[in-house]
């Protein structure tokens, strides 16, 4: 009797503990056995506690070496310094790649981190702006037909910044592969295996590289160079997985190429990119004149307009807007800007063709806004009334637009059903 009262009464604080832990059914304090196995089980739940503080401490190690490296190089620079970066697309593009790949890293194995950042996560990018950066930059490349050389020594047409490196060069060839643009990649990829090859990386690294390289070659009908390269690949790496489907590919017959032309819109934008801000027009009419337009109310104001076409008309007036109407502008619609979207307001879907932040302001949110559309009074002489919010009104809100890293809205029409 006394033994079974001295067992019931020193297994009083491991029941207690099942009870106040475990939210589901008592099915140890059924069971003598079950108890009796407790004694032996702590053992168990020591040995894992122990590895988990090996593993959280390894973990907090790893975090303290990633603070104190990102730390030392962000005290590097003052704030305009960064910015000034940032302003630059290598420094635009290296910025969002440390959000998205090493921040991302920490975020991921720290969920608790996660947590105590809830205002700032929404603010943070994404994969998919990683890989919109990237296509950025080959969308720059294309438009203003810059060398890859240039681009990854951080020179666009004498605008300098950060060089990349050669990770950045085959990360950006891949995305080009991706998006389709093969002779884009094929130059980005080219330059990644010379890098590589300089700089004595891994094998295996250099074989991942060539194994999609090979592949843009084979879409773009350059089938020698492809074999010539799947044949260097197979010797470093024959794992590698694109090194595999370059081998699939190869042995297929009659594949026919999916390269992107450029498509005629295309190249008259580059052309439009190139010319010289001296000259508006490629050629000089009879109609083309500069003159000062008298205002339509005051007469001793004169306005700046280039006269572009005059079947239709179409005019550039210059010197148009103040720095301070901008910057007033600017600071008004922070904070009210939302992406972008194609279609209807209510209906519209983010796109890729359309990227940008975009904001309205009308007349009556901002004495500035109200004078500009003054003054394009004053100077076309039409109506700009701005009936809101039934309408019908003569002119749309002031739209400003804040495009990122290689932002461009593709060339396209506008239908409007309302009559």
């Known amino acids: 009797m006394r033994t079974g009262l001295r067992f019931r009464w020193s297994c009083l604080p491991l029941i207690m503990l099942m009870i106040m832990t475990s939210p589901a059914s008592a099915d140890v304090v059924t069971s003598s056995d079950k108890i009796l196995n407790l004694a032996s089980q702590e053992g168990s739940l020591l ?22 490296a990102r730390s030392k190089s962000f005290h590097l620079s003052n704030v305009e310094e960064r910015q000034s970066i940032a302003e630059h697309p290598n420094g635009a593009y290296a910025l969002i790649k440390l959000f998205t790949t090493d921040w991302a890293n920490v975020l991921e194995r720290n969920p608790a981190f996660v947590n105590k950042l809830r ?15 990237m296509s950025a930059i080959v969308r720059l490349q294309r438009l203003y037909r810059m060398q890859v050389p240039d681009i990854y020594s951080g020179n666009y047409l004498g605008y300098l910044g950060p060089p990349l490196g050669p990770t950045d060069a085959f990360e950006v060839g891949r995305q080009a592969f991706v998006d389709g643009y093969l002779a884009e990649s094929i130059s980005w990829l080219e330059l990644a295996a010379d890098k590589q090859r300089h700089e004595a990386l891994s094998p295996q690294t250099l074989a991942h590289t060539l194994g999609l390289l090979g592949r843009a070659y084979f879409y773009m009908n350059r089938t020698e160079d492809a074999r010539q390269t799947y044949e260097e690949s197979l010797a470093l790496n024959p794992e590698a997985s694109d090194v595999i489907q370059l081998g699939v590919e190869l042995n297929v017959s009659d594949t026919e190429s999916y390269g992107l032309t450029s498509s005629s819109w295309h190249d008259t934008m580059s052309e439009l990119c190139q010319w010289s801000q001296t000259h508006r027009v490629a050629k000089l009419r009879s109609y083309h004149v500069c003159r000062y337009k008298p205002s339509l109310y005051l007469p001793y104001v004169r306005f700046q307009e280039e006269i572009l076409s005059t079947s239709p008309y179409a005019s550039l007036f210059y010197n148009f807007v103040s720095d301070t109407e901008i910057s007033q502008i600017k600071n008004y619609i922070r904070g009210r800007m939302k992406r972008g979207r194609v279609g209807e307001a209510e209906d519209g879907i983010i ?16 004495d500035d806004a ?21 309408g019908p009104s003569s002119s749309e809100a002031f739209q400003v637009v804040n495009y990122g890293l290689g932002g461009h809205y593709d060339a396209h029409i506008d239908p409007f059903n309302k009559a």
């Open 47 to 68: 040995s894992v506690l122990k590895d988990y503080i090996s593993e959280e401490y390894d973990n907090l190690r790893d975090l303290s070496a990633f603070l104190s």
């Open 370 to 390: 109200n004078r500009i559309s003054l003054r394009i009074k004053a100077a076309t002489w039409l109506e700009v009334d701005q009936r809101l919010p039934e």
């Open 351 to 366: 796109s890729p063709i359309r990227t940008s932040d975009l904001g309205w302001i009308d007349d009556h949110s901002l």
């Open 119 to 133: 205002e700032l996560k929404d603010s943070l990018p994404v994969r998919a702006d990683y890989e919109g950066a």
